[in-house]
């Protein structure tokens, strides 16, 4: 049987369905569904050419497979008999539009053309039919204007220009006032400019219309914008079989003031409260509300005018949601008083919205717990995280305008006015503040980088607005206040504030601030701990077999954490202890460093050991603080790691001179001391348990710190549990003789506090030698703990340091699918894991895994852990929401 390339939707039925989104894309996917039973919703008929099509139009070379004309000939006919009208009728013509629509939906990235069918003749065929002249040729140049745009490549600016000339005549503000006469004028001009640029006339066939929008649709899967889109949004090449075209008969919200076109969502997406919200524009056609040219109305101004439809609309809401269990975004059109759904789709949300959201539902008993914790993208809870504005700051700040609270978070910055701008200010290092009138889908990449987004026009659900809530970037819209003076200018309330200058945005209340206002850091509370709380049980009451038969339970976050400020933050956001605790850094501050220093220039172990006897003190209240600030949670503390010469950095000869002053030693001597440290390859150079190989004195006074720190909370009777963990491990060797040494210290402290501490002993596993060892090494290591950073650089053989250069060509060109260092690679680094896991178990059935690179933080990393069957991840403290999510949607999704 041949591929069945076309699917029809309308009239109470449909060919596809909901499960078909792969192929018809979310929208037609869903158009289809709402218009077939049970739901049998005011869908305007129409068909759906698939993905299926896309993937071919580029494996041929941008040509349609063979058979495909014909389909698309039998459907339009469908469609031509169910309206009763035939596309390109001079009478009574059927107008369509050509939507896209991918499986994932991507927002304002592909082109809609509306009106299409119009010609020279259809135009007054249409007019004399629906007795609206006016209506006719408004929807004659709103279909040279985007078809030549979207399909023909015409430079949008040049249609705005003839509108805004023709507008000049009379003096007129808005396009609504346009009358028939000026229409008409504009659609000579139109046409007339289109032949200048495109050498030839604009195409009068109907057919030839609809072939070269559907062209233009499948042509728009790769351009520019979408490959960035797809990109920022992590949406491999590849991944999707490209974008569906779905064609439908046109409905009408510009025929008059019964008429509109709006989109509504079942609940605030900026909130997530349950509150039927949207915005409406009466007497005007889709692209309108989008767009952010007409600032719209509230849907109560709907409820106003047309009671009725607006009942309707709230059933078709409650019903929506009761459907697809989850927020609808929708669109729909009111023409001559009679409702028309467009659109619906499973609505974007900032991320407390989509906590809130999910909350709810659960006490609704719309969706179940485990529902509830896959509704919500791990990074989305960075925007709960975010920084909100200081309500004491706010007090003494002047607040000079307010718009719409479009997206939330405090956003502070210097004022840029384009997207380029925003992008050279941010890579100089500065904060930015975009400032536009509206924003389109070229802003994208100054967007990104701004601290928040400020419009002058355009609604919450403009295009700003939603992108904004997407990236989770603060934004306030439609902040009307703002005017454009000059390129470098703009004037709020008569006063200028010129490029550079700094305000201050709160997305949640949409005010905006004169200068720098202080913000302030976000707290776990509310809806976000009742979520996290559903997100820790989950993983708590997990449970699965590895590959190698060991049956592993609970799945931890943990935090890396270095200072008690770290170990604080790490507590207040949920982590069940200290992954990696790295003690280097407690030497770079003085007097600890000067001291460390004179160990390390030390000309004999006597020397050496004083100079360590000075730091230990230093330490060991470092470590009493973090302890205690884990509350009885484990600590893993790495004994030192970096290469000495870190320490050391004497590049001038003024620089040297200095440091042998402080250090109090002649500058040859120091000189021969740095020149006999320099390493030509520090990262696989003399550092981690090599040092206390050639120098055991450094962690034995280590060691000490631990076990003294330790005692003095054990006898203060504070709970403690902590593991030393040591560093760039090779050999089992290696592990016997640090732990002999270690034990021996801290039999020392013990005798002499009186205590009876124990502590366990681990390795990491940093290199592939000490995973293919993991079985000798278990025998003398207590834990081990997956350093992925060193370990995916020694398995790669890339220098993290030194791949920057080369990294991207190599997702680029689809070479590695993804940056090993953000995601941990399944393949290498996550085979050894396995082989480690399988080893190291089978000496020690319960021996503890855990990893505390980088990837700790990161969702497909984590998921993976969890599959190796690791007892915990542990990641930067403000990451660790995200993972405790990320950790529980593991479990889930491998349940499945
Ligand atoms: P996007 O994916 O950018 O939202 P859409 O395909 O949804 O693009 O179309 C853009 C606008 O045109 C929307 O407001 C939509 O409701 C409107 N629209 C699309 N098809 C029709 C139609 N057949 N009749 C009336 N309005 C339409
Ligand atoms: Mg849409
Ligand atoms: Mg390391």
């Known amino acids: 049987m041949a591929t069945k390339y076309v699917y029809f939707f309308g009239n109470g039925d449909a060919d596809g369905d909901e499960s078909m989104r792969a192929e018809l894309g979310g929208k037609g996917a869903n158009l289809a569904q709402m218009a077939k039973k049970p739901l049998s919703l005011p869908v305007p008929p129409g068909f759906t050419i698939t993905t299926d099509v896309c993937q071919e139009f580029y494996k041929l070379g941008r040509k349609y497979p063979a058979g495909l004309a014909k389909e698309v000939d039998v459907y339009l006919a469908k469609l031509e008999a169910a309206m009763g009208k035939k596309l390109g009728d001079e009478k009574d013509p059927l107008l369509v539009s050509v939507r896209s629509g991918a499986a994932i939906s991507m927002p304002g990235m592909m082109d809609t053309i509306l009106n299409l069918g119009l010609n020279d003749k259809a135009v007054l065929g249409l007019a004399a039919k629906t007795g609206n002249e006016r209506f006719a040729w408004d929807a004659y140049r709103r279909f040279i204007q985007m078809y030549g745009d979207v399909a023909m490549g015409v430079d949008h600016d040049k249609f705005e220009a003839i509108i805004d000339e023709v507008k000049a005549i009379r003096g007129i503000k808005d396009d609504p006032e346009l009358n028939v006469d000026e229409l008409k004028l504009i659609v000579e001009k139109y046409k007339k400019m289109y032949k200048k640029e495109k050498g030839e006339d604009f195409p009068q066939d109907a057919k030839v219309q609809m072939w070269g929008a559907i062209g233009a649709v499948f042509g728009s899967w790769m351009n520019p914008r979408a490959i960035k889109y797809r990109k920022l949004n992590n949406i491999k090449e590849g991944a999707l079989k490209g974008t569906a075209v779905s064609v439908m008969a046109m409905v009408f919200g510009n025929k008059g003031n019964t008429s509109g076109t709006g989109v509504c969502f079942s609940r605030d997406p900026s909130t997530g409260e349950n509150v039927f919200m949207g915005e409406y524009l009466m007497n005007a056609q889709g692209e309108d509300v989008v767009a952010g040219i007409r600032t719209p109305q509230k849907l109560s101004q709907l409820e106003k005018e047309n009671p009725k439809v607006y009942d309707q609309l709230c059933k078709i809401r409650a019903r929506l949601e009761k459907h697809y269990h989850d927020m609808q975004d929708m669109e729909f059109t009111v023409e001559e008083g009679k409702l028309y759904m467009l659109q619906c789709r499973n609505g974007k949300r900032t991320g407390a919205a989509a906590v809130k959201m999910a909350v709810d539902m659960v006490a609704e008993k719309l969706i179940t717990k485990e529902q509830a914790l896959l509704r919500v993208e791990p990074e989305q809870l960075n925007q709960l995280l975010l920084p909100q504005l200081d309500k004491e700051a706010v007090k003494k700040a002047t607040e000079i305008a307010a718009g719409l609270n479009a997206s939330p978070g405090a956003g502070c910055g210097q004022i840029v006015f384009t997207a380029d701008e925003a992008e050279a200010w941010a890579k100089e290092g500065k904060k930015v503040l975009l400032v536009r009138k509206e924003t389109s889908p070229d802003d994208i990449a100054g967007m990104a980088v701004a601290q928040g987004i400020l419009t002058s026009t355009g609604g919450r659900t403009s295009h700003a607005a939603v992108v904004a809530r997407g990236m989770g970037t603060p934004c306030v819209c439609g902040c009307a206040d703002v005017t454009f003076k000059d390129a470098n200018t703009i004037v709020v309330k008569g006063k200028s504030y010129k490029k550079g200058d700094f305000l201050t945005i709160d997305g949640a209340t949409g005010k905006v601030y004169e200068g720098q206002v202080a913000v302030k850091p976000a707290t776990i509370s509310g809806d976000l701990e009742t979520f996290l709380g559903w997100a820790d049980e989950v993983r708590a009451k997990s449970s699965r077999t590895t590959a190698s038969g060991q049956k592993v339970k609970g799945f931890d976050v943990f935090a890396n954490g270095d200072t008690p400020k770290n170990a604080e933050d790490a507590f207040r956001f949920g982590a069940k202890g200290i992954g990696l605790c790295r003690t280097e850094h407690m030497f770079f501050d003085e007097p600890k460093l000067t001291a460390f220093q004179k160990m390390i220039v030390s000309e004999d172990t006597e020397a050496r050991k004083a100079n360590l006897a000075k730091i230990l003190p230093y330490q060991q209240k470092d ?125 020392n ?102 990893i505390c690179g980088e990837h700790g933080g990161d969702p497909a990393s984590i998921a993976l852990c969890y599959k190796l069957g690791l007892n915990y991840v542990s990641c930067s403290p403000f990451r660790v929401p995200l993972a405790r999510l990320a950790g529980a949607q593991a479990v889930i999704k491998a349940k499945k």
């Open 623 to 747: 470590f009493y603080e973090i302890i205690k600030a884990m509350k009885g949670y484990p600590v893993t503390i790495r004994l030192l790691d970096p290469p000495l010469n870190e320490f050391i950095q004497a590049e001038s000869k003024d620089q040297l001179k200095a440091l042998a002053e402080k250090l109090d030693i002649k500058p040859a001597v120091l000189a021969a001391k740095v020149a006999a440290l320099d390493e030509h390859n520090p990262m696989l150079g003399h550092r981690g348990c090599r040092l206390a190989i050639t120098y055991p004195e450094i962690y034995e006074m280590q060691v000490e710190a631990i076990a003294r720190a330790t005692a003095k909370l054990d006898k203060e009777g504070v709970a403690h549990e902590v593991q030393i963990m040591i560093p760039n491990v090779v050999s089992y060797r290696e592990v016997e003789q640090i732990r002999g040494q270690a034990e021996a210290v801290i039999a």
């Open 749 to 850: 402290v013990n005798k002499e506090c009186g205590t009876n501490l124990k502590f366990a002993i681990g390795s990491m596993v940093e290199f592939p030698r000490t995973a293919l060892i993991a079985d000798k090494v278990a025998q003398f290591a207590d834990f081990f703990s997956f350093g992925t950073n060193d370990l995916s650089q020694t398995t790669f053989g890339f220098s993290r340091d030194d791949y920057g250069k080369f990294i991207e060509s190599y997702l680029d060109q689809r070479i590695l699918e993804d940056d090993p260092f953000a995601t941990l690679d399944p393949d290498g680094p996550g085979a050894l894991m396995e082989i480690a896991e399988a080893k190291g178990r089978s000496v020690k059935k319960n021996l503890h895994l855990g």
